[in-house]
C-alpha cells in the first residue's frame, strides 16, 4: 500500500467515524461546544481532554482492596524476641555524680513558704530562695479571698477556656491586667512556662524571622524552637549589634518574598538579671518595622511605681509593643500567665495558642488572687518601695564588700544574680562545672549557717541555640523579701558573704 492508498483508507475511516458520531444524540450540540471552547480558550480544552483521559484511565483502572495485608505477618514467638531486644529512648538524661549529690543534700520546706521556713530536720531558716518578694503568703485577706473564691467555683474548671473552662473571674481578671497594664485586652494562660512557649509559635511560623537576645530564658528558646522560625541571635542587652543583625536581615530579605519580623526579648533578663533600654528598642522596632515580644515574666509586678514592669519605668506606653507576655505567679503569689496587646493579638491566640486551647483553664482561685495582688500594688505602692530598701540593704553587705563575686542584676530587681569576678575565675583556673560544684559549696555553707539560697539553674541547651552560646553564666540567685526586716536581711547578706569566702579560699 503506497502512501496515497493510506490517506484513502484514512479519510474513509475518519468519514465512518464522524458519521456514527454525529448519529449519537447530542453530538452536533457536544461539537459546537468543543469549537467555541477551543476559539475561544485553547488552554481550557486541553486542561479538558485531559481530565476525560484521566477519568477513562482510572474507570479502567483494576480494582483493588483496601482490606488486603501489605505487610509481613509475625508469629507470637517473633513478637516476643523483638520486643525484647527494643531499648526505649530514657524521658531524660540520666544525672550526673554532681545533680545525684545536689538531690541528696536538697532541704525539703515543712508548711508554708514564708521568709522564715521550717525545714524537715526541724530547723527554722531564714528562706532567700523564693519569688514571693512582697510576702503575699502571710497575707490574711489574700488567704480568706482564696478561701471564699475556692468554696464557691471549686478547685478548678476541669475544661479548656474555649469549651467550658472560662468562668466570670478569669474574664474580671483579664480585664484587670490590660486596665493595669494600660492595653486594648488581655489572655491568660495556666501556666506561666508555657505562656511565652506559646505565644511565640502562634504569630511566627515557619519562614518567618526572629530576632533574638542570645542570654533569653528557657521558655522562650522552646517557643522559638516550636515555631521553626528563622532565627537571628544578638549579644545580650547589646543595642549596637541588635542594630547590626537588624540591618542585615532587612538586606538578607531585599529580593525575598515579604515575611513577618519578630524582636524577642525580656524586659527583665532571668540569667542575667539587668534591664533592657525599652524606648531604644522601640525605635529600631519602628525603623526597620519588626514587631516586638517583650517578656516581662520577671519585671511585672517589680519594676515601675505601681509594679506595671518595665513600661512603667522607663516611661512607655504600653501600647508601642505589640506583645507583653508576663507572669502571674512568683511576685503576684497566684499562678499561670498572660499576654496583654490589641484587640486582634488577643483575639488570634483563643483559637491559635496552644497553651490555651488544649489546657485546662486557671483555677479561679488564682484568678482572683491575681486580681486581688494587683489591686494592692496599685493601692499601696509603698510595698514596692520597702522590698527596694531591703535590695539595697542586702546589695551593700554582697557586691563592694566581697572580692570574689559581683551581682549582674540592676538595682531595682530582687532577684540578686552573684557571679564569680572574672579574675577569681581565671586565677583559680575554673571550669564551667567548677564555678557549679563551688557555688553549690556556697549554698551548703549557708544553709549550714541558716541561709537559705539558690543556684542560677539552667535547662539542656536546644538545639536552636547552636552555634550561639547561649547557656547563662554559673551564678547563685539571692531573692529578696519584704518579710524581713532591714537587720536580717544584712545578716542575711553577711552569712553569705563570709560562706563565699570561706568556700573560695578553700579552693587551691
Not at 83 to 110: C, G, H, M, Y
Not at 159 to 179: L, R
Not at 443 to 461: C, F, W, Y
Request: with cysteine; glycine share 6%; proline share 5%.
Amino acid at each position: 500500500m503506497d502512501i496515497q492508498d493510506a490517506q484513502t483508507w484514512l479519510t474513509d475511516v475518519l468519514d465512518q467515524v464522524s458519521v456514527r458520531f454525529q448519529s449519537v444524540p447530542g453530538s452536533a450540540i457536544f461539537l459546537r461546544y468543543v469549537k467555541s471552547s477551543y476559539q475561544n480558550d485553547p488552554v481550557r480544552s486541553a486542561v479538558e481532554l485531559f481530565l476525560l483521559l484521566f477519568a477513562i484511565r482510572y474507570l479502567m483502572a483494576p480494582s483493588y482492596s483496601t482490606q488486603k495485608k501489605s505487610y509481613v505477618t509475625l508469629t507470637d514467638q517473633e513478637i516476643d524476641e523483638l520486643v525484647e531486644d527494643w531499648t526505649p529512648e530514657p524521658l531524660v538524661a540520666p544525672q550526673s555524680p554532681f545533680e545525684e549529690a545536689e538531690n541528696e543534700k536538697r532541704p525539703v520546706i515543712i508548711g508554708p513558704t514564708g521568709p522564715k521556713s521550717k525545714l524537715s530536720n526541724g530547723r527554722t531558716i531564714t528562706n532567700l530562695a523564693s519569688y514571693d518578694f512582697y510576702n503575699f503568703v502571710a497575707n490574711e485577706t489574700l488567704r480568706e479571698k482564696a478561701i471564699q473564691t475556692l468554696r464557691t467555683y471549686g478547685v478548678g474548671p476541669c475544661g479548656p477556656p474555649n469549651f467550658y473552662g472560662t468562668q466570670d473571674v478569669h474574664m474580671k481578671t483579664e480585664e484587670d491586667i490590660a486596665s493595669h497594664i494600660g492595653t486594648q485586652a488581655c489572655i491568660i494562660y495556666a501556666q506561666a512556662f508555657s505562656t511565652i512557649s506559646s505565644v511565640i509559635p502562634a504569630f511566627s511560623k515557619r519562614g518567618d524571622i526572629i530576632v533574638a537576645d542570645n542570654k533569653c530564658n528557657y521558655a522562650i528558646r522552646k517557643g522559638i524552637q516550636i515555631s521553626r522560625s528563622t532565627v537571628r541571635w544578638y549579644e545580650h542587652n547589646d543595642l549596637e549589634d541588635m542594630t547590626r543583625v537588624l540591618e542585615k536581615v532587612i538586606s538578607e530579605q531585599a529580593k525575598k518574598p515579604l515575611t513577618r519580623r519578630f524582636i524577642v526579648t525580656e524586659g527583665l533578663s532571668e540569667n542575667v538579671g539587668d534591664v533592657i533600654d525599652l524606648p531604644k528598642i522601640i525605635k529600631l522596632k519602628l525603623r526597620y518595622k519588626f514587631r516586638l515580644i517583650l517578656d516581662e515574666t520577671w519585671s511585672f509586678g517589680v519594676l515601675g511605681r505601681t509594679g506595671r514592669g518595665i513600661t512603667e519605668q522607663q516611661n512607655v506606653d504600653a501600647a508601642e509593643v505589640d506583645m507583653v507576655v508576663g507572669s502571674l505567679a512568683g511576685p503576684l503569689c497566684a499562678g499561670g500567665g498572660f499576654c496583654a496587646g490589641s484587640e486582634e493579638i488577643v483575639e488570634h491566640q483563643r483559637i491559635s495558642a496552644s497553651a490555651y486551647t488544649f489546657s485546662a483553664a486557671l483555677p479561679a482561685m488564682l484568678a482572683t488572687t491575681a486580681s486581688e495582688t494587683i489591686a494592692m500594688l496599685q493601692t499601696t505602692p509603698d510595698i514596692i518601695l520597702q522590698v527596694r530598701e531591703n535590695i539595697k540593704a542586702m546589695w551593700t553587705q554582697l557586691d563592694p564588700r566581697s572580692d570574689w563575686v559581683r551581682c549582674t542584676s540592676s538595682i531595682d530587681n530582687p532577684v540578686l544574680v552573684l557571679v564569680l569576678k572574672e579574675e577569681v575565675v581565671a586565677s583559680k583556673r575554673l571550669s564551667l562545672e567548677d564555678q557549679d560544684q563551688l557555688l553549690q559549696d556556697v549554698v551548703d555553707e549557708s544553709l549550714a549557717n541558716g541561709v537559705l539560697i539558690t543556684r542560677l539553674k539552667s535547662m539542656p541547651r536546644a538545639s536552636i541555640t547552636k552555634p550561639v552560646d547561649t547557656q547563662p553564666r554559673p551564678a547563685l540567685k539571692v531573692c529578696v523579701t519584704t518579710g524581713l526586716t532591714k537587720k536580717e536581711v544584712e545578716k542575711a547578706g553577711v552569712v553569705i558573704r563570709h560562706a563565699v569566702t570561706k568556700v573560695v579560699n578553700k579552693r587551691r
